[in-house]
């Protein structure tokens, strides 16, 4: 079942997406009596069929041009989405980008700083082309073409805390992936 509902007052530039039945028709089994492998195996089908709750927010790609051997630099055009741009608040946040037509979203670390989104409008980010995956499909895009992003996720890295600053003027933060 997918259903897209009209954008909230809150988010007028934003649609939900529900692509599962909702929770309410499922059983809940009482897992603690199973053997562990059929404990596991319960979880994981109770949650293929949990509710896509993520709000998506259409944005145009405002860039995209090749940065290295299978790396691309993207940039994703996020002026018309300013609470996006906000909640981008520390280094080291992500969130989901998904092309249209293109049924698994992919999750991709943001390369701008915090402070880039709000003067710019703008998201960057640092994508390795992987065959067979939405990635891949995000490379082939043009400029203009339109995907769909989540919010800003998670906590960041906390550089706040390094106390006193001053004596700490050079931080290296080490990540896997393109997020390096």
Do not use: N
């Given at each position: 079942m997918a259903l897209a509902l009209s954008p909230s007052p809150s988010l007028p530039h934003a649609h939900v997406s529900q692509t599962?039945?909702?929770?309410?028709?499922?059983?809940?089994?009482p897992l603690l009596h199973l053997k562990p492998q059929?404990?596991?195996?319960?979880?994981?089908?109770?949650?293929?069929?949990?509710?896509?709750?993520?709000v998506w927010t259409p944005t145009p790609l405002a860039?995209?041009?090749?940065?290295a051997e299978s790396l691309f630099h993207v940039s994703i055009d996020i002026s018309d989405a300013p609470?996006?741009?906000?909640?981008?608040?520390?280094?080291?946040?992500?969130?989901?980008?998904?092309v249209v037509d293109v049924g698994k979203p992919t999750f991709l670390a943001i390369a701008s700083p915090p402070s880039f989104a709000s003067a710019s409008g703008a998201?960057?980010?640092?994508?390795?082309?992987?065959a067979g995956s939405t990635a891949e499909v995000l490379c082939g895009l043009k400029k203009?073409?339109?995907?769909?992003?989540?919010q800003v996720m998670g906590r960041g890295f906390a550089v706040?805390?390094?106390?006193?600053p001053d004596e700490y003027p050079t931080v290296l933060i080490f990540a896997?992936?393109?997020g390096i």
């Amino acid at each position: 079942m997918a259903l897209a509902l009209s954008p909230s007052p809150s988010l007028p530039h934003a649609h939900v997406s529900q692509t599962f039945p909702p929770m309410s028709i499922l059983r809940r089994i009482p897992l603690l009596h199973l053997k562990p492998q059929r404990r596991r195996l319960a979880t994981l089908a109770a949650a293929a069929v949990r509710q896509d709750t993520t709000v998506w927010t259409p944005t145009p790609l405002a860039e995209i041009s090749p940065a290295a051997e299978s790396l691309f630099h993207v940039s994703i055009d996020i002026s018309d989405a300013p609470d996006i741009a906000s909640s981008h608040t520390r280094a080291g946040q992500y969130l989901q980008l998904r092309v249209v037509d293109v049924g698994k979203p992919t999750f991709l670390a943001i390369a701008s700083p915090p402070s880039f989104a709000s003067a710019s409008g703008a998201f960057e980010f640092l994508v390795k082309s992987v065959a067979g995956s939405t990635a891949e499909v995000l490379c082939g895009l043009k400029k203009g073409d339109v995907v769909e992003i989540s919010q800003v996720m998670g906590r960041g890295f906390a550089v706040d805390r390094i106390q006193p600053p001053d004596e700490y003027p050079t931080v290296l933060i080490f990540a896997t992936g393109s997020g390096i």
